[in-house]
Structure formats: C-alpha cells, structure tokens
C-alpha cells in the first residue's frame, strides 16, 4: 500500500495556508495594511507567529502568495510545443484564471473571486505590496520559460519575451477586474486583453 503520509501533510500543509491567508486579507482589509501585524495575524488564524513566518516568510507574502505558477505551468506542459508560444502563454492564463476564481459563477461573485479581488486591492492601493510583486512577475515568468521547456538561448529569449508580453496583458485585465468591483468574468477579460494584444485567435478555443 503506498505511504500516503506525504500527501495529508501536503494537504494540511495547503490548509493551514488558506486558513491564515484568508484571515491576513480580511484584517488587512478591515484595518489597513500598515496597522495590522503578523501577531494580529497568527492571533486571528489560531497559530503562532512562527508558524505563520513558515508558510509565509514575509508579510507581504501573506497577500501575494498564490498558486498561479503552479496552475499556468501545468496548463503549458499540457499544451502542444506545435502552437505559436502567444497561445501557449495566453491560454494557459486564461485556464490558471478559471481554477482560481471557481470556474462559472450564477449571478453573483463567487467565494475565490471575493477572495481574488480583495488581493488585488490591496495590491493596487499599498505601495510596499505594488513593489514586492514585481518579484512575483518575474518568478512567474521564469516559471512560464521552464515550463515551456527552451533551453537554447535564442528560443529562451523569445521566451521570455512571449511571457513578459502576455503578463503585461494580464496586468491590464486584473486592474480592470478590480476596478469594475469583478463584475466582468475573468477568465473572458484576460482573453479579451490578449486579443487586444495579439488578435482574436490567441486565447481562443484550444
């Protein structure tokens, strides 16, 4: 019978963090970034500082963190090495969306995308959380170049400027998102920005 011991610890593991996650985003958005501490934090979830510090190793990763990487490097692996790298990229963002916002929604914004868009206000009204996520770019833009699997350097230039070019959009679709309180689908705004970007047939059916 195979050891499943890895598998509930990953899963606690990913509970703990949507637990203190969540608690972080809504004291930050009750209080006020600035005035809310990683003890407040840790207090709200039920674990010690520590523990938050483990899963978490700055505050501003307590608003930035996400699985974003992980779903847009999947989808790319999933993708065919025969379509131009713009739809590779494209699609695979607008998928990675999908997972994270819940998918369909009926009339009103769903659990993920309340969640979702109370991140990316604090992102867009806190300037140390603004400066931190150009990190967060350009990890996931690495992660975009490995999952696509170039190692040749001419091929991982454009590469890398595929990745780049396709985050800009998706950064056009997100402050869009938030600025129109996520009445707008998601996954159909970042489609759209492509298009604008690239044409129709970028993000379009795979």
Do not use: N
Not at 71 to 99: F, H, K, N, T, Y
Not at 139 to 166: D, H, K
């Amino acid at each position: 019978m195979p050891d499943q011991h890895p598998t509930l610890r990953a899963q606690r593991r990913a509970e703990t963090q949507r637990v203190i996650q969540g608690h972080a985003v809504r004291l930050f958005t009750e209080r006020g970034y600035g005035a809310t501490t990683v003890t407040d934090v840790a207090e709200a979830a039920g674990v010690s500082p520590m523990t938050v510090y483990r899963h978490f190793p700055t505050k501003e990763d307590l608003v930035l963190v996400d699985q974003r990487g992980r779903l847009v490097a999947e989808r790319i692996a999933a993708s065919s090495a025969a379509e131009p790298l713009v739809r590779r990229i494209g699609g695979a963002l607008v998928d990675a969306a999908a997972a994270l916002t819940g998918g369909a929604r009926g009339d009103g914004l769903t659990a993920e995308e309340r969640f979702l868009l109370a991140r990316l206000r604090l992102m867009i009204s806190t300037p140390a959380l603004r400066a931190k996520h150009l990190d967060g770019h350009y990890a996931l833009q690495q992660a975009i170049v490995e999952a696509l699997g170039v190692t040749e350097p001419e091929a991982a230039f454009q590469a890398q400027a595929a990745a780049s070019a396709c985050l800009a959009a998706l950064h056009t679709a997100l402050v869009r998102w938030a600025g129109d309180d996520g009445r707008t689908e998601l996954p159909g705004l970042i489609a759209k920005a492509l298009a604008a970007a690239f044409g129709d047939d970028v993000a379009g059916p795979r």
